[in-house]
């Protein structure tokens, strides 16, 4: 299980949307936040194999902390509120490997 | 990015649709294979924090290897063509921890 990983940072961002009054992510801007990641990404030319992959995904039954999304293989787990978050895990951990402590959950 | 995964095995099967005749995942199984894996998942009380989680995401972009599904932290990645090959996954690799070679891409 060692193998060099088919992306470096696999980025699951939660879009779940829940109808019964309960949190999501998606009512708290998890479809914008995907969008802006994944634009920004493909910008830096970051996107594709061998370096980095931003996904929606299902629930990822953390709701209480949402929105929420967590980044693979090292399995570091974020909130955000905009934009701004979304940038600063991008530039700090995406690109200079170093976690947003401020943001992890 | 030590720390105990929140997930032990985090699993993301690919469910993405394509209607302009390219293949993709959803055309090739990836809803029932999908339900399946959740519900024996939960059948084996393995569902949960410290234990597995069974997601559905969006494009893995692995397309013409698909249906395809990925099981993090661990970073291994299966296709498959039927239910016994997901059980197959399930008792082999989330349960036992023996990658399934004949299904890894």
Redesign the interface.
Known sequence: ?S?T??YEH?V?ICMNRREDGRPCCAARGAQAAQQHAKQRIKQLNLNGPGKV?I????????CDEGPVM?V??????YTYVDNEDIDEIIDSHLIGGN?VERLKI
Do not use: A, E, I, K
């Open positions: 299980m193998d990983p088919y696999h699951f992959r996904n929606q995904s299902g629930c990822l039954d953390r967590v693979y293989p090292q399995g570091t787990w976690v």
